[in-house]
C-alpha cells in the first residue's frame, strides 16, 4: 500500500513528504493524544470532488472539543482551504485524505493544557480498503474484543487514543481468516466494525443501531439519507448478534470501506451468502453520488 505523495500539509506549510517527521518526544506519539479524519476525494465529471468535507471537518473539530483541547487555531473554513491545498499541490485526482491534530509543543506528560497542537494533512491514493471478491461480500467474526463503554473513551470523537481497541479487534479477525469484526457495547448489544457501521435488512427494511455507542459515521448517515430518497424505511434501534445471523442482508459502510456486504458472519451464511438486491441497490447509489452522478452529488462534494 504506497501511502507516499509529494507533500504534507504541516502546520499552514507543505513538507516534502520524506522531510514530514516529527520528534520522539511529542506528547501524542506516546499517550494517544490526537485527533484525526478520514475523507475521501473522487474524480467526477465536474473534476476532483471531495465526500462531504464540510461534514467531516466540523466532526474532527467535535472530536477536538469532546477531548477537551481548548484552543484550537484553526476554523472549519481554513482546514478546508488547507484540504483544497493539498490535494491541488500533490496533483491527485482521487484520494484519500488524512487530517490528524496531534498534541506537540510541550513537556511529555498527560496534561492537555501543557502542550499545543499541531496538524498536520495526508493524501495518498487508495483503491478499495475491504475487497469483496468474486462472492460480493465479506466474511466477518463477532469479535471477543468489546468496544468501548462511552464513558471510557468517547465513542464519537475520533481520539487517535481509542484505535488500539480497533487494532486488536481487525488484528484478531485477520489472523483467524476473517475480512472484518463486529464490534459488540459493553451491554452485549452490535455496535460498530473496527472502522465501518452497519446495516441489517430484514423484511423490505433497513435497521441500523442506535448512535449513543457508536462513531456517528458519515457514510453511515449519508445511507439514511439515500435510502429514504429510495423509499426504504431506515429503522435506528439496538441490534443484538442473534439478529444478525437472521438478517436478509447485512452491509458495512465507512470512508475507507465505502459500502460492502457482509456474506458470512461467524461461520453463518447471510441470506443468499452473496450480495443481497438493496445492499446492491443501495452500493450503486453510494457509488453514483460520490462520482458525481446522483441525487444529493451537488450537496454533498465539495470541489478543489
Ligand atoms: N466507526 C469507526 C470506529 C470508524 O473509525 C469509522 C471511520 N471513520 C466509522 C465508523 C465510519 O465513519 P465514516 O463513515 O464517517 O467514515
Known amino acids: 500500500m504506497a501511502m507516499e505523495s509529494k507533500y504534507i500539509w504541516m502546520d499552514g506549510k507543505l513538507v516534502e513528504y520524506e522531510k514530514a517527521t516529527v520528534h520522539f518526544m511529542t506528547p501524542a506519539l506516546h499517550y494517544g493524544m490526537g485527533v484525526f479524519e478520514g475523507i475521501r476525494c473522487y474524480s467526477t465529471p465536474k473534476g476532483s470532488g471531495v465526500f462531504r468535507l464540510r461534514e467531516h471537518l466540523e ?22 482551504a488547507a484540504v483544497h491545498e493539498t490535494i491541488k499541490a500533490n496533483g491527485l485526482k482521487e484520494c484519500y485524505i488524512r487530517p490528524l491534530i496531534y498534541m506537540a509543543n510541550g513537556p511529555l506528560g498527560l496534561n492537555l493544557d501543557a502542550s499545543k497542537p499541531s496538524v498536520g494533512i495526508a493524501v495518498w491514493e487508495w483503491g478499495a480498503y475491504l475487497n469483496a471478491g468474486e462472492e460480493g461480500g465479506i466474511k466477518v467474526m463477532i469479535s471477543s474484543f468489546t ?19 480497533s487494532v486488536m479487534a481487525k488484528t484478531l479477525a485477520l489472523r483467524a481468516g476473517f475480512d472484518e469484526a463486529i464490534m459488540l457495547d459493553p451491554t452485549g448489544l452490535v455496535a460498530e466494525c473496527t472502522g465501518e457501521n452497519l446495516f441489517v435488512v430484514r423484511g423490505g427494511k433497513l435497521y441500523t443501531t442506535l448512535r449513543a455507542n457508536i462513531l456517528e459515521g458519515i457514510t453511515r448517515d449519508s445511507i439514511i439519507t439515500m435510502a429514504g430518497d429510495m423509499g426504504y424505511q431506515v429503522i435506528e434501534e439496538p441490534i443484538s448478534r442473534d439478529q444478525l445471523y437472521i438478517a436478509d442482508e447485512v452491509f458495512l459502510c465507512g470512508t475507507a470501506a465505502e459500502c460492502v456486504a457482509v456474506r458470512e458472519i461467524d461461520f453463518r451464511t447471510i441470506g443468499s451468502g452473496k450480495m443481497g438486491p438493496i445492499t446492491a441497490a443501495i452500493q450503486k447509489a453510494f457509488f453514483d453520488t460520490v462520482r458525481g452522478n446522483g441525487k444529493r452529488s451537488t450537496e454533498w462534494l465539495d470541489y478543489p
Open 147 to 165: 468496544r468501548h463503554h462511552p464513558n471510557v473513551t468517547m465513542t464519537k470523537a475520533k481520539v487517535t487514543g481509542n484505535y488500539p481497541n
Open 59 to 80: 466532526r474532527l473539530i467535535d472530536s477536538i472539543q469532546i477531548f477537551g483541547v481548548r484552543e484550537f487555531p484553526y476554523t472549519v473554513d481554513q482546514l478546508r
